[in-house]
């Protein structure tokens, strides 16, 4: 029986991965380099730094440590210009309507994110409200696969992993549900998420 409830953030509840998309891609253009939108799913669930490295990799540049935070905060800049304009109607279909309906049965719920702005799109899509406990980039050193931001969730909401389901849309992110003794439903591909315990296309078939 389902007491918590563990959600991702880009590609559960909403679509930032095109705002990412859109930021990088600026950013490897200026170093003078393509990046696609198939380049781009290597990004997805990956942190801020990481993300840095595989657009780098990408175009064949290689940087010093400096230089790279420098880059990227630059990124984190322009992706924020993109973000501070969501609303509402940004949330993926079905997001908010589950979210109540698990609140209305009891199901505490916490965030589960490798993104440190995290808060400020739960709060620009008007969701924020809804959430037990908030697990992002701010509060976690280990990215997905490892299962620390689900471990760390599931403690706070005061419950044992036998009690969590996880939603997630990365590979990484259902591994790092797994290595957490968790259940798991994949927001996606069974191609690609075929590990997970079930896998939909969105959260609106689960809505009662
Ligand atoms: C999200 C995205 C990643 C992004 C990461 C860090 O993860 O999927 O592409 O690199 O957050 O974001 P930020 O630069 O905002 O800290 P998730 O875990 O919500 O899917
Ligand atoms: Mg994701």
Redesign the pocket.
């Given at each position: 029986n389902v007491k918590g409830a563990l959600f991702?953030?880009?590609?559960?509840l909403v679509d930032?991965?095109k705002y990412?998309y859109l930021a990088w891609k600026q950013l490897a253009e200026e170093l003078g380099f393509a990046f696609t939108e198939a380049d781009n799913e290597r990004?997805?669930?990956?942190?801020?730094t990481?993300?840095l490295e595989i657009v780098l990799e990408v175009g064949g540049v290689s940087l010093s440590e400096a230089e790279k935070h420098r880059l990227?905060e630059e990124?984190?800049e322009r992706?924020l210009q993109y973000i501070r304009n969501m609303d509402e109607s940004e949330l993926l279909p079905g997001a908010k309507a589950y979210l109540l309906q698990l609140k209305e049965q009891g199901v505490r719920i916490a965030l589960?994110?490798?993104?440190?702005?995290?808060v400020f799109i739960l709060e620009k899509v008007g969701i924020l409200e809804l959430f037990d406990s908030i697990v992002?980039?701010t509060k976690v050193s280990k990215a997905?696969p490892d299962p620390e931001?689900f471990t760390l969730g599931c403690h706070e909401l005061g419950l044992t992993p036998q009690d969590c389901v996880v939603f997630?849309?990365?590979e990484a992110?259902v591994q790092a549900a797994i290595a957490a003794g968790m259940y798991v439903v994949g927001i996606g591909s069974e191609a690609i998420l075929g590990a997970a315990n079930r896998v939909v296309r969105g959260l609106d078939e689960l809505v009662a």
């Open positions: 991702d953030l880009d590609g559960v930032t991965a990412h990004l997805k669930g990956v942190s801020r990481r993300s990227a990124k984190n992706y589960g994110s490798a993104s440190k702005n995290a992002d980039g997905k931001v997630e849309d990365a992110g």
